[in-house]
């Protein structure tokens, strides 16, 4: 267990619609970073968050919006959904601003039909 | 961008037998650190490497960051089916920026 907690473990939806993907840091650590991996891909970086501002950006679609609250969880929210979004979303949590180990959580599965 | 070369993408491989991969990257970094995910799981740090030459064992792994300190090799002895998932090479040019994965290997042992 990495102490990452990621909720909900699988969602299934529609296209068009919006979805909101939680994430639990592990206890002490400031930064949560949010990743997507495809089918048979790699791990893409989407964005970073470090004691709840925005620290990093990657490959994150306009669509897709996160943030992170003062308790130092964090949202990830994807909107107008298409079937290409169907992928694994996986949080990551690290103690400082820089990414020297990352611990993830067990992904979100999302399924758009 | 920074990219990882990780190789081979995949490798079917009899229990017993010893597992060799390995990542390359275009410029110097100053960290490796290599991960293995089950199915459906996160993936889990098993080894970080951050001097060039360096070896480090986890169990009947063992990791080495490269002396040119473009690369680094996963190799596991001896595996066993619980050794199947995907391994992922990461790998940072300095400190703070951002860690960039390979595209993992596929690993199946046969019982």
């Known amino acids: 267990d990495s102490g990452v907690t990621q909720t909900p473990k699988h969602l299934i939806t529609a296209t068009g619609q919006r979805v909101t993907l939680r994430c639990s840091p592990r206890s002490g650590d400031l930064s949560v970073y949010w990743y997507q991996q495809s089918l048979d891909q790699g791990l893409q970086f989407l964005i970073q968050?470090?004691?709840?501002?925005?620290?990093a950006k990657g490959n994150i679609l306009e669509r897709f919006s996160a943030q992170q609250f003062p308790d130092l969880h964090s949202e990830l929210n994807l909107s107008s959904l298409e079937l290409g979004d169907s992928a694994l979303y996986f949080c990551?949590?690290?103690?400082?601003?820089?990414?020297?180990?990352?611990?993830f959580g067990s992904g979100t599965q999302l399924s758009v039909l | 961008g920074q990219q990882l070369n990780q190789s081979p993408q995949s490798m079917f491989i009899q229990e017993g037998e010893d597992v060799s991969m390995n990542c390359t990257s275009s410029?110097?970094?100053?960290?490796w650190l290599w991960y293995k995910q089950d199915p459906g799981e996160g993936p889990v740090l098993l080894i970080a490497l951050y001097k060039a030459g360096e070896l480090t064992s986890n169990g009947r792994l063992t990791a080495q960051f490269g002396i040119t300190r473009k690369d680094s090799f996963l190799n596991i002895s001896a595996s066993t089916p619980s050794d199947v998932g995907i391994y992922f090479c990461a790998g940072r040019e300095t400190s703070g920026s951002r860690l960039t994965f390979g595209e993992g290997t596929q690993l199946t042992v046969n019982p």
């Open positions: 990551a949590s690290t103690t400082g601003t820089g990414d020297e180990k990352l611990f």
């Open positions: 968050y470090y004691n709840g501002e925005e620290r």
């Open positions: 410029s110097i970094f100053n960290t």
